[in-house]
């Protein structure tokens, strides 16, 4: 399985972003799938998940009521919204698959990561 992730970029505080990572692997709707943030120096940070069908969501609670996640599994796409974005937000975020359904927080659960993209957010 390929993820790609995209949709990042130069933001303002209180800005908006919305990030998609697409996929290769027709497998895709049988998986997990989630999303960390990445900054130099520190551990992959959790950030959200959704189950294989969508119907189970989790957020971490540093960003729960600005994020959204979503997938389109005839699309093979998974989203994740962002809003009212702080410059404590900025980190590459990736994207990654697990081969089971339910969605997790820790990232050694995670089989297939994809390359990130960057998110900034400038005060």
């Known amino acids: 399985v390929q993820l790609q992730a995209s949709g990042g970029g130069l933001v303002q505080s209180g800005g908006s972003l919305r990030l998609s990572c697409a996929s290769s692997?027709?497998?895709?709707?049988?998986?997990?799938m989630g999303w960390f943030r990445q900054v130099p120096g520190k551990e992959r940070e959790f950030v959200a998940a959704i189950s294989y069908d969508g119907m189970q969501t989790i957020y971490a609670d540093s960003m729960r009521g600005r994020i959204t996640i979503s997938r389109d599994n005839a699309k093979l796409t998974m989203d994740l919204e962002m809003n009212n974005l702080q410059p404590e937000d900025t980190a590459v975020y990736l994207c990654a698959a697990r081969r089971w359904q339910e969605p997790m927080m820790n990232p050694e659960a995670y089989d297939y990561w994809g390359q990130g993209t960057l998110v900034t957010v400038s005060s």
């Open positions: 692997g027709r497998t895709f709707g049988t998986y997990g």
